[in-house]
């Protein structure tokens, strides 16, 4: 089996090495449009060879979408197009519904798996890729039905090898859940990014004093712009909705601090049932 | 040594176990008004006994107020009025101004330092304390011109015996500066737990989403409100500041997206200084 990774960043690095340890015998070859990242994806063993796009899907069983979401909207139709009889396709976005609209009536649409592997870190490019990544998360596929089931079965099983767990969505769903599970987190931490550091002009100070829970809520302020500003281009409306919401929780927060200590209270009483729904999550990443 | 842990919590009973380690001499006592966490607080041998208040008063060289803030406000005047002359007391609280306007004319002010170690998790209770919890961290001593020199001299020595950087601040800047990167990331944790539960009804989605950042974002949210409801009231003026630029922030986020996608990759950029300044702290605590 030949896996073609386009894109070796991060998740499309991390794919790859987790394969790797189970599947010695795969070959690995990759699509990097940035020279450093290439180079760095071989000197790490990620993947054999780095090729231009036409000859790495001509030779590929299966190619895999790890770039931004920009990007891979741009790219799949034209991956679709060039892809042999025997070829398969899946992307690994964080949105699905601009990404499946635009192939939805391309002849070789069932070559072609849309898939979203729900796992990540504040980091990105080769660098940051390691073999674990995806173990005991949760990859959703989407529109399976469109899909020819073998190309379904494959890629299935490649994402079981690599421990995760399978979940179905149709592409609306997905990116209405996510917006308010994932972008809207990492909103939150930007913009608490923006305010502390445009309060605290001492970086000193923020370096003191952010051993008491800063560092954990603000660890998504780090993450990539060139991967999330796509994401919520791409979600706009989804994402939009959930900051709404997210704001009017705010809002009502603050009018409680301000005149009901007893209403704050009540407010965080019902935050804290995350709790009891999170420590499901933790028991399941501990046994999966 | 005799030191009387007042709220035998996370913080006062991780104040304990570290110090025991190291002062196995030490003798620890306790005053606690839940009987299951004092029983607890024996059993684990956090403290050997636990002791009305003022007997404990009476015995104890250095009394440590680690109740909620609401608490120390009212406790504190009433522990001075009752400390024996070689006494000494200090405070745990996230907030100082209240706490130190409350007793800067009392007579015996001089035997009480005021102290906030930046160092906590979303978890409280006996249960939740651990030795090593405030190594590596900063804690803020506040007014210390107020305080008798030994009392400073005995407080600082133990914080440094626990591993901890001291620094110093007025009680008005403390709590300006903690609005903003200690409590604000609080309420933004509490307002996404609320936002997401009030939005997915189906807490199995919840669960199987939460892996992609989520769960680090909204970790704080599962902090106890009996510890929080009094910071925020304590607090009121600078964290509602806090939250007005946060909020302002969000809409300019929500505004980007909207309408260009250029400059929501210039606020992500910006906020990404974060990472600079935090891999400072992340060095500082893996090097002290």
Redesign the interface.
């Known amino acids: 089996m030949r896996i073609n990774i386009i894109g070796i960043g991060l998740l499309g690095g991390s794919f790859a090495m987790g394969l790797r340890k189970t599947r010695p015998e795969f070959e690995f070859i990759g699509v990097e449009a940035n020279h450093i990242h290439a180079q760095k994806a071989v000197d790490l063993g990620i993947v054999d060879k780095v090729l231009p796009l036409d000859e790495a899907l001509a030779v590929a069983d299966l190619s895999v979408l790890a770039t931004p979401v920009n990007i891979i909207e741009r790219l799949l139709p034209e991956v679709l197009d060039k892809l042999p009889a025997h070829g398969k396709v899946i992307d690994l976005g ?1 949105t699905k519904q601009i990404i499946c609209d635009k192939v939805r009536k391309h002849p070789k649409r069932s070559q072609f798996v849309a898939a979203h592997p ?3 870190t ?1 980091n990105s490019g080769p660098d940051a890729a390691f073999a674990t990544l995806m173990k005991g ?2 990859v ?1 596929i989407c529109e399976k039905e469109s899909s020819d089931p073998q190309a379904v079965y494959l890629v299935e099983s490649l994402f079981r090898e690599l421990g995760m ?1 399978i ?1 179905y969505m149709n592409a609306v769903d997905h990116d209405l ?2 917006a ?3 972008h ?17 002009k001492d ?1 000193k ?19 990539s ?2 991967m ?3 994401i ?2 791409q979600n ?1 409306a989804n ?2 909705q ?6 009017e ?3 009502i ?2 009018d409680a ?2 005149h009901s ?2 209403h ?12 009891r ?2 420590s ?3 028991k ?2 501990v046994n999966s």
Request: with cysteine.
């Open positions: 964080s729900m796992a990540g504040e998360k949760t959703v767990v979940d859940h996510l308010y599970v994932s809207l987190s990492h909103i939150t931490s930007f913009a608490l990014g923006l305010t502390v550091l445009g309060k605290e970086e100070r923020i370096f003191e004093l952010a051993s008491t829970g800063f560092s954990s809520t603000v660890r998504l302020a780090k993450s712009p060139a999330w500003a796509p919520f281009a706009k994402v939009c959930a900051l709404d919401g997210y704001i929780s705010l809002q927060f603050k601090i301000q200590e007893e704050s209270y009540q407010l965080m009483e019902k935050a804290n049932d995350i709790r729904i999170l499901g999550i933790e399941k990443s």
